[in-house]
């Protein structure tokens, strides 16, 4: 699903998704395939079971996003990890 | 923007890595983070979402989301202005920063990178363990 579908059936909701199909472009992470799990009335709920899924799941690409926003703007950062 | 001269803030050596106390000013709310990390390695900062949740700082519909990935999976942060983030009297304000899970195994609350350092022409004494501006 696109983002535009997902703006379409859920209008003024926080959604939890999952991007199937992702690819990077100019230090921007574009979503071609979304999955939906869930959608929320509040952020904290989102971000509250987001944290459980990605917690036993931490290399499924998640977001949580309110379909207001037209677009998807997601900035994109490398992580090589802390060293101890 | 750089605060007073010649003032010093304490930096604490845990398992070899440095970590100082941070102060956040938000919508007229003050938070005291302990154990953030100084990191040069990261271009930005990071802070534990669970913890700045008590100063109101939470997801909004505007907010530019961002995605971190690398060794260990993925993260999803969303990108807050911070009213004010402070290391004693080295402060910036209007400070853009990534929030998110920080679930990565072992207790730290946040991380602040090179783009804060920077900023605040911060200097790191690593003999007499302090940051300074």
């Known amino acids: ?29 574009i979503v071609d395939n979304i999955s939906i799990l869930n959608t929320f009335n509040n952020s904290n709920e989102a971000t509250k ?34 060293r101890t | 923007m750089v605060g007073d001269k010649n003032m010093k803030f304490s930096i604490e050596i845990i398992d070899n890595l440095p970590f100082i106390k941070l102060k956040l000013h938000h919508k007229g709310n003050e938070l005291i983070l302990p154990k953030v990390l100084i990191d040069t390695g990261s271009a930005k900062s990071i802070l534990k979402e669970e913890l700045v949740e008590n100063i109101g700082i939470q997801p909004e519909p505007d907010d530019i989301l961002g995605s971190i990935r690398g060794v260990g999976g993925t993260e999803f942060v969303y990108i807050k202005q911070i ?26 609350n946040g991380i602040i990178g090179m783009d804060f350092l920077l900023e605040t022409n911060s200097t790191i004494d690593l003999k007499n363990l302090y940051i300074k501006a």
């Open chain 1, 49 to 82: 079971t987001y944290r459980k899924i990605h917690r036993k799941n931490p290399h499924r690409e998640l977001y949580v996003a309110h379909t207001k926003k037209e677009k998807l703007e997601i900035e994109e950062r490398k992580w090589l990890g802390i």
């Open chain 1, 1 to 29: 699903m696109q983002w535009k579908e997902v703006r379409e059936k859920h209008p003024d909701k926080w959604v939890l998704f999952e991007a199937l199909e992702a690819h990077s472009e100019n230090g921007k992470r």
């Open chain 2, 83 to 108: 009213d004010l983030i402070a290391i004693g009297n080295i402060r910036v304000n209007k400070f853009k920063v990534d929030i998110g899970e920080m679930d990565y195994g072992f207790d730290i």
